[in-house]
């Protein structure tokens, strides 16, 4: 009678692995669609080396600390109502101002996201314990755009109690200059989709200002530590200074005024590592299937050469 044993385990285990893979990929694949515009829709220009694109070197944020803002400022808030940016300071409450345009769908939704969370666990109250002043950087920014962005962060900050303590402002040049001056806040008008100036290349920060409007503390980025909000604003409600933070700039856009091209430096780094991943995943299972055909034929090969026995 001849025996034959068969050779399973190591199918088993790949088995399992590329059903792993193939469920992972949908998702892989969804996430990267999601973030990342079509080559068609969205270009990059060509990579110059370590020089800042020129429209870019005057957009920076220098931090101004201890400077006063303009508090004679004037704009208009979300209910249209003329104000004072002063009208949000004099008391003993500090404020969180962060400098985005309303129509902009990528640098400033990240920036206000993040600010949103950030203050979502800081066991602090809008309108009682600090003011959150958002201006917009863009003249041509309505009143009705400012409701509707007001609307949107305060019902994702869940705390509808609060709207008091929430201000969505717009204005003219003048004054948006004047408090971006202040802030040390550079900006620069670039072309949309439709060749026109609809759109502006900037940094992303937000910053704490003390009760007497003195700029207290930076914050760069789109992700704001929850510990150093509230630390920070425990400090400027008694007037006190911060140091300055790390220079490290995240830009709304990448763009090449040569080629007039533009596009989110992110969804770049996330559409390559989609693809990195992808591939690595590819060759992991090349090789499984290639070691196991491979144990597989040594192991029948085995059983075939020792296992047979002769019946007397």
């Not at 068969?6 to 399992?16: D, E, I, P, S």
């Not at 602090?124 to 400012?146: C, E, R, Y």
């Not at 425990?234 to 040569?258: E, F, M, R, W």
């Not at 591939?279 to 059983?303: C, P, Q, S, V």
Request: charged share 20%; hydrophobic share 40%.
């Amino acid at each position: 009678m001849q025996m034959r044993t068969t050779y399973r385990g190591g199918w088993k285990g790949t088995v399992a692995v590329v059903c792993a893979v193939l469920l992972a990929l949908p998702l892989l694949v969804a996430t990267a669609s999601a973030q990342v515009s079509s080559y068609g829709e969205k270009q990059a220009g060509e990579n110059t080396g370590d020089q800042l694109p020129t429209v870019l070197q005057k957009v920076a944020v220098s931090q101004h600390l201890n400077q006063q803002l303009p508090l004679n400022a004037e704009f208009v808030d979300e209910t249209g109502k003329t104000v004072h940016l002063g009208d949000y300071f004099g008391g003993k409450t500090p404020a969180v101002i962060s400098l985005v345009y309303f129509s902009c769908s990528l640098l400033c939704s990240e920036e206000l996201d993040g600010l949103t969370s950030s203050l979502e666990m800081v066991h602090l109250t809008p309108g009682k314990d600090f003011q959150v002043v958002i201006m917009s950087i863009d003249p041509t920014d309505t009143p009705a755009d400012a409701a509707k962005k007001k609307a949107f962060y305060l019902k994702r900050y869940g705390r509808p109690e609060t709207a008091d303590g929430w201000h969505f402002l717009t204005g003219k040049k003048p004054a948006i200059d004047a408090v971006t001056d202040a802030v040390g806040f550079g900006y620069v008008r670039v072309p949309g989709p439709d060749g026109r100036l609809t759109q502006f290349a900037h940094a992303s920060s937000i910053e704490l200002v003390t009760s007497q409007g003195k700029l207290a503390q930076y914050y760069l980025g789109v992700e704001y530590s929850p510990k150093d909000m509230l630390l920070g604003l425990i400090d400027a409600s008694g007037n006190k200074i911060g140091s300055p933070v790390a220079n490290i700039l995240t830009y709304c856009y990448h763009y090449d005024p040569q080629t007039n091209k533009h596009s989110l430096i992110v969804a770049r780094v996330v559409q390559f590592g989609g693809m990195v991943t992808m591939a690595g995943l590819g060759g992991f299972i090349f090789l499984m299937f290639r070691r196991d055909l491979k144990l597989g034929r040594e192991h029948n090969l085995t059983g075939r050469n020792g296992s047979r026995t002769d019946k007397g």
